[in-house]
């Protein structure tokens, strides 16, 4: 078994935890400050996504800059060469647990131990997944997390399929899936969807969506792939909806357990800050859609990062 080993020596000034527009954007700012942020981007053990959920975007139409639109993938890697090109050091690793000690933070990861004064959590949020029978048995032969990731599979070429979700996600993964699947249903609990009325606008129009509100899951099925699912809704009417493919579009938990028992969360568990990002505890910021419960866009977790880098370069400098 390999033991766990201190490899850094030395105090790091920063610890980015995580990575995503929000971690990515408060390392190109403390890298530029010469600070030599340190960022851990995650390795994916926990199902979350080293780079955060916008590398699983194909198409992304309202980040500044980019007129004719950019894959989410590129614009990931776009953020990190630009933070490492200034000095950012990045590591795939996953933080466990965070320590406060006297005056400097003990940032345990699988195999390595940190020290550092300051952190920023970037951590993002996880996709949710339905806690029906069959799902996890089933996960992965007929039901997917991720359009953009499975969407292109030949198992679901051709064939009917469904979103379930009432948000931009949801849409999101309708638009892209009609592309290739014969008919495409979006299933969501409420009379109106909560998406942005351009995304709902979209789905409308398109002759290869059926949207189907009210309703929810009841029961899904299949032995060893997805072969259909059963819908409820508030009446107890009943339908049966034969699909090949079950998208799931129903929101994000945020990823801050490894460190809750530290700083204060919502009962949600999104880390509460203050207008700068600052956390409960001195010298830990949050940023991005770990802290965001509202907007959970790249552009305001970009912004989140860079107000916390510029609220942390100040606290650095009153420290030393
Ligand atoms: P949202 O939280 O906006 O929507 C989640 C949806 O899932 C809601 O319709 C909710 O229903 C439904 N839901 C939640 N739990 C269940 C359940 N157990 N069973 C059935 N339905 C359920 O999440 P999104 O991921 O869609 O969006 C998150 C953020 O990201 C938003 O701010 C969105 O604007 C943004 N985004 C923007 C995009 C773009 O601009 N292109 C693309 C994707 C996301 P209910 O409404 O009934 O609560």
Not at 23 to 31: E, F, K, R, S, V
Not at 144 to 154: K, N, Q, Y
Not at 155 to 181: N, Y
Not at 248 to 271: C, K, M, R
Request: with cysteine.
């Amino acid at each position: 078994m390999k033991m766990s080993t201190i490899v850094h020596d030395k105090i790091h000034n920063v610890i980015i935890i995580g990575s995503g527009p929000a971690g990515y954007t408060a390392a190109i700012y403390l890298a530029r400050a010469n600070l030599r942020p340190l960022l851990l981007e995650g390795d994916g053990s926990d199902g979350t996504y080293p780079g955060g959920l916008l590398t699983t975007t194909n198409i992304v139409e309202n980040f500044p800059g980019f007129p004719n639109s950019i894959d989410g993938f590129k614009l990931t890697t776009n953020f990190k060469k630009q933070c490492e090109n200034f000095g950012t050091i990045t590591k795939s690793e996953h933080a466990l647990n965070v320590t406060k000690l006297d005056n400097i933070f003990k940032i345990q990861t699988k195999n390595n131990t940190y020290f550092t004064k300051t952190i920023i959590i970037a951590t993002g949020s996880t996709p949710n997944k339905l806690y029906i029978e069959n799902f996890d048995r089933l996960l992965n032969h007929g039901i997917s997390m991720c359009a953009i990731c499975d969407g292109g599979l030949d198992c679901f070429l051709d064939k009917p399929l469904a979103v379930i979700g009432g948000g931009d996600s949801a849409c999101e993964e309708a638009l892209l899936l009609s592309r290739t699947a014969s008919h495409v249903y979006i299933i969501f609990r409420k009379n109106k969807m909560r998406a942005s009325k351009i995304m709902i606008d979209r789905v409308t129009i398109n002759e290869k969506i059926t949207l189907i509100p009210n309703h929810e899951i009841e029961t899904i099925n299949g032995l060893d792939v997805l072969e259909s699912i059963d819908l409820k809704d508030y009446t107890n009417n009943k339908m049966n909806l034969k699909i090949k493919g079950l998208f799931i579009a129903i929101g994000h938990t945020p990823n801050s357990q490894f460190i809750s028992d530290l700083v204060e969360v919502d009962d949600y568990g999104y880390i509460i800050t203050d207008k700068s990002m600052s956390t409960n505890i001195n010298g830990i910021w949050a940023v991005g859609d770990v802290q965001d419960s509202k907007y959970k866009q790249a552009i305001t977790a970009a912004g989140s990062g860079c107000i916390a880098a510029l609220e942390l370069e100040r606290y650095l400098s009153k420290i030393e």
